[in-house]
Nanobody, 118 residues
């Protein structure tokens, strides 16, 4: 069983920065793609950014040039550095990890709240 623990959310003023982290723990697994999603109040969860096992990253247009996703395979972590935050970035942020063990499974973090005030 793999567990994902997120940290780093909080309240920030527009234009500010936050860094989210997500750490995977467990035994006998290998991580493939790692991603971040977010869900604003009353809206569906949306994809934010992805980093592949080969360290290729992709971003939603709404966060491109402001957010940076990175991974540390030695620590089984994925990070999201968020800059120039806007009120519309407010929501619960979830990490999403594809794990290769006995089978290929998708895991979600518990979510961390990000609130950007205007």
């Amino acid at each position: 069983q793999v567990q994902l623990v997120e940290s780093g959310g909080g309240l920030v003023q527009a234009g500010g920065s936050l860094r989210l982290s997500c750490a995977a723990s467990g035994n006998g697994f290998r991580i493939a793609d790692m991603a971040w999603y977010r869900q604003a109040p009353g809206k569906q969860r949306e994809w934010v950014a992805l980093v592949t096992v080969s360290n290729t990253s992709n971003y939603a247009d709404s966060v491109k040039d402001r957010f940076t996703i990175s991974r540390d395979d030695a620590k089984n972590t994925v990070n999201l550095q968020m800059r120039s935050l806007k009120p519309e970035d407010t929501g619960v942020y979830f990490c999403n990890v594809l794990i290769i063990g006995d089978s290929v499974d998708e895991y979600w973090g518990q979510g961390t709240q990000v609130t950007v005030s205007s």
